[in-house]
């Protein structure tokens, strides 16, 4: 354990958080993704073919979204500018609990402004969702950010895409 803690830059235990929650969320996704492969080709769900084949693939998929996970950690540890290796999994974690948040917030939004992906054309429809996703993304992004103890990490990510898209000038600090 000390060989793990040592790796990840945790001098706390509550610091632990992160990468636990960070394998429940890689196991979770793996499993989300077999079951819709399996879905997709029929399979019984009440089969022990389709239990074995649904554990075999949750386990393949966790161990690929794993590597590419700390692939990506390689790559952007000398990019972004953290303190402790911990701190990305807590990055990793609020940007998918932002991206998720956002595309399950816009759908009743969206709805209510009478926009339905049924009768709305695709060429209407898409365009005013990114349009409406993108601001409560960016402000949830700052929300989950403070939540996982990385508000300012968030706060310099939100300035510099802004300045990239002309809007900096309305968040100077």
């Known amino acids: 354990m000390q060989k793990f803690k040592d790796r990840w830059e945790i001098q706390s235990s509550w610091q632990l958080l992160f ?9 979770f996704s793996g499993y989300l993704l077999s079951k819709y492969v399996l879905n997709a080709i029929h399979l019984n769900q009440t089969d022990v073919t389709f239990i074995g084949l649904l554990s075999t693939m949750t ?67 898409w365009p005013v969702r990114i349009f409406l996703i993108f601001p409560v993304y960016q402000v949830l992004l700052l929300i989950v950010g403070w939540i996982f103890g990385q508000f300012k990490f968030f706060w310099n990510f939100e300035k510099k895409m802004l300045s990239r898209m002309g809007l900096a000038r309305f968040f100077k600090d």
């Open 59 to 125: 386990v393949f998929f966790t161990c690929l979204f794993l590597i590419i996970t700390l692939k990506l950690f390689t790559i952007l540890e000398n990019k972004w500018e953290v303190s402790y290796r911990w701190e990305l999994i807590a990055i990793f974690i609020a940007f998918a609990v932002t991206g998720s948040t956002a595309a399950r917030i816009s759908d009743p939004i969206i709805g209510f402004l009478g926009f339905y992906k049924e009768t709305t054309s695709g060429w209407i429809y």
């Open 19 to 27: 990468p636990i929650l960070g394998l429940i969320s890689l196991l």
